[in-house]
């Protein structure tokens, strides 16, 4: 890599680049064609970037103009903790940019905002065939070990 990616809250002039990583970072996860997301929770989204009653907040890397990655997290409260934690919910670089330190830019930018928050505990949890994503995770946090259950609850 030439030079490090910037990394920076985003801004509202930035949805049609971060719109491609978006829609990567779905496909990344099944959510694509039949079973992409509905237009109307992309556009949730993007609006609760900016709407500031909203816990959530999003951040993009930058190199030259051109948007290179995503992270979109989520401030909460927590039973096991007074202070507010971080969810990183989504991470995503493109793919010209993999291997260049992008992702752990975002993920370092992530933990240099929480800090002013009062934030001590950042998490995620990303698919176990992520090989990738976890060769970066294990060497920037800690893997405690959790499953991950759900369930949609029928209307």
């Not at 500031?52 to 999003?58: R, S, Y």
């Not at 997290?73 to 934690?85: D, G, M, N, P, Q």
């Not at 992008?102 to 992530?110: C, D, M, S």
Request: contains cysteine; proline residues 5%; aromatic residues 12%.
């Amino acid at each position: 890599m030439s030079h490090s990616a910037l990394v920076r809250p985003i801004r509202e002039s930035d949805f049609h680049a971060w719109k491609p990583l978006w829609d990567g970072y779905n496909a990344f996860y099944g959510r694509k064609d039949e079973t992409a997301l509905p237009h109307e929770i992309t556009e949730a989204t993007w609006q609760r970037f900016f709407d500031p009653d909203e816990p959530v907040f999003g951040l993009v890397a930058e190199r030259d103009g051109v948007l290179l990655g995503l992270a979109h997290y989520v401030f909460h409260r927590s039973t096991t903790r007074i202070e507010l934690t971080c969810y990183l919910q989504d991470l995503f670089t493109a793919r010209s940019a993999r291997g260049q330190g992008v992702g752990r830019a975002l993920i370092q930018g992530l933990y240099e905002r929480s800090r002013p928050a009062g934030i001590k505990r950042v998490y995620w949890h990303t698919h176990e065939t992520n090989s990738a994503g976890r060769l970066l995770y294990d060497k920037v946090a800690g893997h405690l070990g959790f499953i991950v259950y759900t369930h949609d609850v029928p209307a």
